[in-house]
């Protein structure tokens, strides 16, 4: 059952990064409107300039997102993995299938590896 909890703790981590990335993201995104806006208005820029420069501000931004967010969830995804291998040691060292000698070991190279 402590698998179970650590990987959702994990999980609602992550939910509640992808959300700050893309609050993070949009705010960026709006503040970049509002300077191009102004560029448009100060007649530095045409409209339709400003329009292809957002256009192209709104797709880096989301190919970042998708970008930060895909390597976040990889590296939780071997943190979990341990996570779990740590559980099943613990319960293999509680059954006493293995030593403490040997859960300390093993604890230790899965810990190294993340």
Do not use: C
Not at 13 to 41: H, M, P, R, T, W
Not at 43 to 71: C, D, H, N, V, Y
Not at 73 to 86: F, H, V
């Amino acid at each position: 059952m402590a698998r179970r909890e650590g990987a959702g703790h994990i999980g609602g981590f992550l939910k509640k990064a992808e959300k700050a990335i893309d609050s993070a993201l949009e705010q960026g995104i709006e503040k970049a409107d509002d300077i191009l806006d102004n560029a448009v208005v100060l007649g530095k820029m045409t409209a339709a300039e400003a329009q292809r420069r957002s256009a192209g501000l709104r797709q880096r931004a989301k190919e970042e997102s998708s970008r930060i967010i895909s390597e976040r969830r990889a590296g939780s995804s071997g943190r979990t993995d341990a996570l779990e291998a740590l559980a099943k040691l613990g319960e293999l060292r509680k059954a006493k299938v293995i030593t403490d000698a040997e859960f300390r070991a093993k604890k230790k190279k899965l810990l190294d590896e993340v």
